[in-house]
């Protein structure tokens, strides 16, 4: 059993009401009077839904062993994704239905972790964070720069992002998977 208060962000999946879950983010808030509680981000890996839930720090779970292997991506086609075991060189997939929240990120030879329930293939796991190129935005105007304006970009997956006004198009910028938001732009 695992207490709410050992949750880590990332790679790390509990039970919760007999369903699967990865916890995304985990936040400790304590207010003066109030008793302590424990806000975390799930999301369920059958489903792929966003859960937005808070617990009491004793609230008590099953921690779900999982195990991870390398994979890479390597095609998809109208309802399928195929990945390549690193080790075996076996290819399997997964239906996109699954993973609908990942497919904006992935790109063809992208390498990610399989995750792994009982010996079965059940989802993958994407890296924190993507360097992507730019394809489409608007150009920044001159002076814009003084205040955090943000402006919409279309990067090579087809994704859209918002980034900072001196982002241009053929820039390479680094996305973070689990938000969807830009971090910074990366020097060529």
Aim: glycine share 6%; net charge neutral.
């Amino acid at each position: 059993m695992i207490l709410a208060t050992q949750f880590k962000e990332g790679s790390m999946f509990i039970n919760e009401n007999n369903q699967m879950v990865e916890v995304l983010t985990v936040q400790h808030h304590r207010k003066s009077q109030a008793r302590a509680v424990v806000r975390v981000k799930l999301r369920g890996v059958e489903s792929g839904t966003i859960i937005e839930t808070s617990y009491r720090p004793e609230d008590k779970f099953k921690d779900v062993m999982v195990e991870k292997r390398p994979k890479t991506y390597v095609y998809s086609d109208a309802d399928m994704a195929y990945f390549m075991d690193d080790a075996t060189f076996e290819q399997v997939g997964l239906p996109k239905e699954k993973l609908k929240a990942m497919l904006p990120y992935m790109t063809e030879n992208m390498a990610v972790e399989g995750v792994y329930l009982n010996d079965q293939f059940f989802t993958i796991q994407l890296p924190a964070n993507l360097v992507m190129t730019v394809t489409e935005t608007v150009p920044g105007v001159r002076g814009d720069t003084v205040s955090n304006v943000m402006k919409d970009a279309k990067v090579n997956t087809g994704l859209s992002v918002k980034v900072p006004m001196f982002i241009n198009e053929g820039d390479q910028i680094r996305v973070d998977t689990r938000t969807g938001t830009y971090v910074e732009r990366v020097s060529k």
